[in-house]
């Protein structure tokens, strides 16, 4: 049977709190829509570890640039709709954007320092927009646990540092990146790429792969780190860096050395299409 889709926020209201009054453990997964196999997973955990599992499908135009591609952003309601009754979802919260921010809204939530760096450094606003949906989503939906992927990890950072600086009574789950048999991380863009580009956007994992297998044979230096990855992707062909960086894990700071928990992160354009990816290095 098909989720329910609730497209107001007096409606998801309503019905989540039916599920608490059943004393029902709350499980959120935002998500922008286009879903694949890497959303199928957070869903997964939700309706594992939770009770009620909902499910937000909102392109969210405040975290896209005026160059960005948010008009041509794949929405495939029905065939998310489908996804998400495969999985398990109590419910879809699928609103418009002016239920999300009406012609009168004024207030953003900025995360400053770790909105600014990697993605936020070439996407001005961005995060700035992710942390402003991201707050009105958990304010609306109330989930005890929401749930995000590995493959954005910055922002997993932002959001858990709005959660903790703001009080938001949620935890945050974050789950390890789904891959493509050939180790592409899942992306719901990876379906703008043609196929040579698809052939060619694995550098992104061989990059990473790359700096792991320095890291565990003891090299820490992180000028060296970046320099190999830059290696692999500024030779790809059709490709452009955005960034190859290994900073610290939690505050995306700069470091000489990994001495911490440190995140190599990458970002690679091909064409209009932007790709990222990560991989944790911990001593």
Do not use: W
Not at 250 to 257: D, G, K, M
């Amino acid at each position: 049977m098909l989720p329910p889709v609730a497209t107001t926020i007096a409606e998801t209201r309503a019905r989540v709190a039916v599920a608490r009054k059943a004393g029902r453990r709350i499980g959120f997964v935002p998500t922008m829509g286009a879903l694949h196999a890497g959303h199928s997973a957070l869903i997964r955990a939700a309706r594992t570890e939770c009770d009620y599992t909902v499910v937000s499908i909102f392109v969210n135009p405040t975290q896209f640039g005026p160059n960005e591609d948010y008009t041509r952003y794949p929405r495939t309601l029905d065939a998310d709709r489908e996804l998400c009754a495969a999985v398990g979802t109590d419910l879809i919260f699928a609103p418009a954007s002016e239920e999300i921010y009406p012609s009168d809204s004024r207030t953003f939530v900025e995360v400053t320092g770790v909105q600014d760096v990697l993605c936020g450094a070439s996407r001005a606003g961005h995060f700035r927009g992710v942390a402003t949906v991201v707050l009105k989503l958990l304010n609306i939906v109330q989930p005890d646990v929401a749930y995000f992927g590995q493959k954005d990890a910055q922002q997993t950072v932002v959001i858990r540092r709005m959660v903790k600086d703001l009080d938001v009574p949620v935890t945050i789950h974050v789950h390890p990146t789904v891959r493509e048999p050939d180790g592409l991380a899942m992306s719901s863009r990876n379906r703008y790429l043609d196929p040579t580009q698809r052939m060619h956007a694995t550098a992104l994992h061989r990059a990473l792969k790359k700096v792991e297998e320095s890291f565990a044979r003891g090299e820490r230096r992180v000028s060296v780190l970046e320099r190999e990855m830059s290696a692999i992707l500024t030779a790809t062909p059709g490709a452009r860096l955005d960034y190859a960086r290994v900073v610290d894990a939690e505050t995306l700071e700069s470091i000489p050395s990994i001495e911490r928990p440190a995140l190599a992160a990458v970002a690679l354009f091909f064409g209009g299409t932007r790709l990222i990816d990560n991989t944790l290095l911990a001593p």
